[in-house]
């Protein structure tokens, strides 16, 4: 079993940054590709980031790009989402998720996760 806890969520103005922490722990994950989703009121769940946790390769959806950065601590057992230039519509809860099945162009697709933080509020006003 992997453990996932997020924090660093709240409420931020548009043009703002936030980071988003999820620290992982249990059984050995070094072959992992760790993900961020989000979900916003009335909307499905979207991917918005992954990150292959031996090499630090990473991934991101369209809408993020050049916005947010998603890390790594090894040594902390946490991985991050840098979110800047925040705009009205990243609002959402951000769930940090983890996926045994390693790296490959799955790892966009929710329903490959196995293991899923608590989610976090990011709100983000005008």
């Known amino acids: 079993q992997v453990q996932l806890v997020e924090s660093g969520g709240g409420l931020v103005q548009a043009g703002g940054s936030l980071r988003l922490s999820c620290a992982v722990s249990?059984?050995?994950?070094?072959?992992?590709?760790m993900g961020w989703f989000r979900q916003a009121p009335g909307k499905e769940r979207e991917f918005v980031a992954a990150l292959k946790w031996s090499r630090g390769d990473t991934i991101y959806a369209d809408s993020v790009k050049g916005r947010f950065t998603m890390s790594r601590d090894r040594i902390k057992n946490t991985f991050y989402l840098q979110m800047i230039n925040l705009k009205r519509e990243d609002t959402a809860v951000y769930y940090c998720?983890?996926?045994?099945?390693?790296?490959?162009?799955?790892?966009?697709?929710?329903?490959?996760?196995?293991?899923w933080g608590q989610g976090t509020q990011v709100t983000v006003s005008s």
């Open positions: 998720a983890a996926d045994d099945a390693g790296w490959g162009p799955w790892v966009k697709n929710d329903y490959r996760y196995d293991y």
């Open positions: 249990g059984r050995s994950f070094s072959d992992y590709a």
